[in-house]
Nanobody
Framework: EVQLVESGGGLVHPGGSLRLSCVAS????????ISWLRQGPGKGFEWLSS????????DYADSAKGRFTVSKDNAKNTVYLQMNSLKPEDTAVYFC?????????????WGQGTQVTVSS
């Protein structure tokens, strides 16, 4: 069975940092593009970032560009999202998903998410 498990969320102050992890199983993780999404309170999914199967190409939404960095470790079946300069509006549940900017929704494959709260 396909499983995506996010971790690394928590409570941070504005301007702080977190590194999220996404561990995958049940598919060939190393050859698929993986995205990070988030869902704020009462909101739909927002695509944030993706990394290609080779790990050499990354893509970012404007809301993440310059602050977030996506990377991967194929040996560990893990994709990371390093988040810096966090803002209160970054508060959301963060998910990893199979697919990229334009394909993640149709694939409909993501984990349970990890909560990120940015607050004083």
């Amino acid at each position: 069975e396909v499983q995506l498990v996010e971790s690394g969320g928590g409570l941070v102050h504005p301007g702080g940092s977190l590194r999220l992890s996404c561990v995958a199983s049940g598919f060939i993780y190393s050859v698929e593009e993986i995205s990070w999404l988030r869902q704020g309170p009462g909101k739909g999914f927002e695509w944030l970032s993706s990394i290609t199967y080779g790990g050499r190409t990354t893509d970012y939404a404007d809301s993440a560009k310059g602050r977030f960095t996506v990377s991967k470790d194929n040996a560990k079946n893990t994709v990371y999202l390093q988040m810096n300069s966090l803002k209160p509006e970054d508060t959301a549940v963060y998910f990893c998903a199979r697919g990229g900017r334009t394909t993640w929704y149709s694939r409909r494959s993501w984990g349970q998410g990890t909560q990120v709260t940015v607050s004083s």
